[in-house]
């Protein structure tokens, strides 16, 4: 009689059910759990489970949980168990999501790499929830889909980051990756759960980057730039020279530029802002500088927009800075130093002396007939002086005499050569006369500064200390350029710092000294009070006189449009102010 209940019960336990309760639920996972390792024998037992995913809310969630603890006895049902828990991750109720959430992370354990692609592809999506706990689970669930099979995970990733609809889904998916990775890949030496994360992964994750670029903004391109930066592969020589080459050819510089595309222009900028810290003495600028003079220097008297017109010299300088003049340096194996050709470096000396204005004719005859008279040489100081703010444009001058003096040394037959006599004295005109120019305004700012540092008392007056500190290192490096030039036959042995650079370096220290007396007086100060001292970003000082004495005024960039897949805004250089 017993042993014919208990028959009859098991047949019950494979009969499908209606609508299935907790009751039920229990009753189901009891015969699965007694079976042990045999039960994938009771497949309808299993089904009747998955039904439960229909039920009301504590059934779905039980239902849930059963599913993925016996996911790996059920192979054949793989597809429909991960069904039934995509669909309960759509549920209504926050609660069901996150459970559900949770169990794709435990069948992912067991399951293939087909449906993996599925489980990554579906929590890709669902990144862009707007409830916080359930974001932290889908990420947690994520992180363990990436760990059981970064190949599979990331190629799936990456398509959906690639296809999203929803900018959502694909900058959440970006920043996740971007992340995350980093952080795998350093522990996979020593943390066997991310000893996958290895050199394969690596050229994999390269090689989805690099399409992944081809369609990105600002803030996507530059989380990609950081995230290739982290890896073992991109810290050697050949990897660095690779990762410039990668930034470098997403802005295109090869191809010749539109004076109206500012918004290429602006892709550009970015773009070598993110390769100035890769180049070295190893890994040189010399093919992008030449590239950059063909097809960007040759249009930049038309770019129309003042400030980017400024940041677009400067870059061109920050990239000289990197241009190697000799094979003595340790270069990449096939990266060879490219030499600007006589074609390329007129293009910078013309523009150059656009900005080295003669000095007025009548003067000069004057001063040639009386022989240097003491009068005719006052009335010339006297009017370069007056030359100085009308005319002088010291912020483009030192771009240009910097990136000429490093070109040149390559080429010193440009101006050394007998058929270049005349180029070369026509040169030092102008040299002289903005040399004057140019002593007499350092003389003056220091002055200045020396009275208006004593009788500074407002943060006002510091600030105008500083532009003109900023001046002054504007027209010492210009100086010192003409001196260098100015030999016979032209030197090129001075080195200059860019005044841009060497503002950021003592605005960094003087922000560290301005810490380090909050964090003394932080000593005697509630919490609430030392939370509201904050550093403020340090900006980049340029100096450009261009009607009257420390101008503060500053040009207004256009306003371009902010589209997904390009170079947003907030993403723009940024307007310095002007002197």
């Known amino acids: 009689m017993n042993d014919q209940t208990s028959e009859t019960n098991g047949n019950d336990e494979n009969k499908p059910i209606e609508m299935v309760t907790i009751d039920d639920l229990y009753r189901l996972y009891g015969v699965l759990a007694d079976a042990k390792e045999n039960a994938g024998e009771h497949v309808d037992t299993y089904l009747n489970i998955i039904k439960g995913t229909k039920g009301g809310t504590k059934e779905k969630l039980l239902a849930s ?7 790996k006895y059920f192979p054949k049902q793989m597809a429909i168990s991960i069904d039934a828990i995509f669909d309960l991750c759509e549920d209504e109720d926050i609660n069901i999501r996150k459970s559900a959430i949770k169990d794709l992370a ?12 599925r489980i990554a592809d579906i929590l890709t999506q669902l990144l862009q929830t707007e409830d916080q706990q359930e974001f932290h689970q889908v990420q947690t669930s994520l992180t363990t889909i990436l760990k059981l099979n970064p190949k599979a995970s990331l190629d799936e990733m990456f398509n959906q980051i690639n296809t999203a609809e929803l900018d959502q889904v694909r900058k959440r998916g970006i920043k996740f990756l971007c992340t995350k990775l980093p952080q795998f890949f350093s522990s996979a030496s020593t943390d066997s759960s991310f000893s996958m994360f290895n050199k394969e992964i690596e050229d994999l994750l390269v090689k989805n980057v690099k399409n992944a670029l081809n369609d990105c903004d600002a803030e996507e391109f530059i989380l990609f730039i950081r995230l290739l930066a982290s890896l073992s592969s991109m810290n050697t020589l ?6 410039v080459n990668i930034i470098m050819a997403q802005s295109e510089l090869d191809k010749p530029f539109d004076h109206n595309d500012l918004e290429r222009l602006m892709i550009l900028l970015s773009c070598i802002q993110q390769a100035l810290p890769l180049f070295s003495k190893n890994v040189n600028s010399n093919k992008y500088v ?23 010299l400067k870059s061109f300088a920050d990239l000289c800075s990197h241009y190697h003049t000799n094979q003595g340096h340790l270069a990449v194996p096939g990266i060879e130093c490219v030499k600007s050709t006589d074609s390329q470096l007129s293009i910078i000396y013309d523009l150059l002396i656009n900005y080295l204005p003669k000095p007025p004719v009548e003067l000069v005859c004057q001063a040639s007939e009386s022989g240097g008279a003491d009068e005719n040489a006052e009335k010339l100081e006297n009017k370069i002086i007056e030359e100085t703010e009308a005319r002088f444009n010291f912020s483009y001058v ?3 005499m910097y990136a000429f003096h490093v070109l040149a040394k390559s080429n010193q037959d440009f101006l050394n050569s007998l058929d270049n006599k005349e180029r070369l004295k026509d040169f030092r005109l102008r040299l002289q006369y903005f040399a004057k120019g140019t002593q007499n305004y350092i003389k003056e700012l220091r002055n200045t500064l ?12 510091n600030e105008e200390n500083k532009i003109r500190r900023v001046a002054l290192k504007v027209t010492t490096n210009i100086d010192a350029l ?9 030197a090129y042995k001075t080195s200059i710092v860019l005044s841009w650079k060497s503002s950021q370096s003592l605005e960094a220290q003087n922000n560290q000294q301005q810490m380090n007396k909050q964090t003394k007086r932080s000593l005697s100060v509630s919490g609430d009070e ?13 100096y450009q006189p261009p009607s009257g004495k420390y101008s503060t005024t500053t040009p207004s960039a256009q306003n371009l449009s902010n589209k997904r897949r390009t170079f947003s805004d907030n993403q723009r250089v940024r307007n310095f102010n002007r002197f």
């Open 65 to 71: 949980q059963f599913i993925s603890r016996f996911f």
């Open 106 to 117: 435990t069948i992912g354990k067991d399951c293939s790499p087909e449906h993996l692609n």
């Open 238 to 243: 050949q990897g660095r020279q690779d990762l």
């Open 290 to 312: 030449n590239f950059y003079i063909e097809n960007v220097m040759k249009i930049f008297n038309q770019i129309s927009d003042e400030t980017i017109r400024f940041e677009i």
């Open 398 to 400: 030192e771009c240009f």
């Open 450 to 461: 020396i009275n208006s540092s004593l009788n500074a008392k407002t943060s006002a007056d």
């Open 482 to 490: 003409i001196k260098d030039l100015f030999h016979n036959p032209p």
């Open 530 to 542: 030392s939370e509201c001292s904050t550093r403020k970003k340090p900006e980049r000082g340029i």
